[in-house]
């Protein structure tokens, strides 16, 4: 079993609909990334997080460090969201990163 | 404020040719530093990490290698390409002695081995 699970492995869904991308972890950690890799392969960091919930504009991420989950939302979603959301969480121990496989999301017009 | 700079972020090389990627850290000092890989179709695997110049830990045996000439310079290398080693590769740092401080990620470079 990996360590960081990610879900939806793909999803896609209309323009506009609410989306969101859950990421189970199973090793203790000091953080949690959320980061959006596009087409081209590009990589953008989008929330760092180690407890509570963050908000940007149109993108929410929440984390409950009891349940070791945190989940990605995407409001009023838009065909320019379609990307790959990857979650990556960083070990308490060595502070390594260890990265989930990915959720690829298509958004349609 | 922290920064970190990969490149190039896209490459074509023929098989057997060497390869360079560097990365660079700013606004930082003894930062912790990753290489990661892609694989089409695959999530990121840790190639390399190191907590100090000229110390590399390598997590995957494989046709790659790593250096740390300098406290923010990271640069993964290869003598002779193979088309396996076609991918997309991430760079990242963070802080070891700062529990919770942020990891930064470079913006990749997108390998294709012809």
């Not at chain 1, 953080?31 to 990589?43: C, D, K, S, T, V």
Request: hydrophobic share 35%; net charge positive.
């Amino acid at each position: 079993k990996n360590e960081v699970e990610q879900s939806p492995q793909n999803l896609t869904a209309q323009e506009g609909e609410f989306i969101t991308i859950n990421c189970s972890y199973s090793v203790g950690i000091s953080a949690l990334h959320w980061l959006q890799q596009h087409p081209g392969g590009g990589i953008v960091s989008l929330f760092m997080l180690s407890s509570g919930k963050k908000k940007h504009g149109r993108l929410i991420a929440t984390i409950n460090i009891q349940e070791k989950h945190s989940s990605l939302h995407i409001t009023a979603s838009h065909p320019r969201d379609s990307a790959v959301y990857i979650c990556a969480v960083r070990l308490d121990s060595n502070y390594q990163l260890i990265w989930g496989a990915g959720t690829k999301l298509i958004i349609k017009p | 404020s922290q920064t970190i700079h990969q490149w190039p972020a896209t490459l074509v090389q023929p098989v057997g040719s060497p390869l360079s990627l560097e990365c660079t850290v700013e606004g930082t000092s003894n930062p912790n530093l990753y290489w990661y890989r892609q694989a089409a179709g695959r999530g990121l695997q840790l190639l390399f990490y190191s907590v100090g110049i000229g110390q590399i830990s390598s997590e995957v045996p494989q046709n790659l290698s790593a250096s740390r000439p300098q406290d923010r310079q990271f640069i993964l290398s290869s003598k002779k390409l193979l088309l396996s080693d076609s991918g997309f590769y991430l760079c990242a740092w963070s802080s070891l002695i700062q529990r919770g401080a942020e990891a930064f990620f470079g913006q990749g470079t997108r390998l294709t081995v012809v």
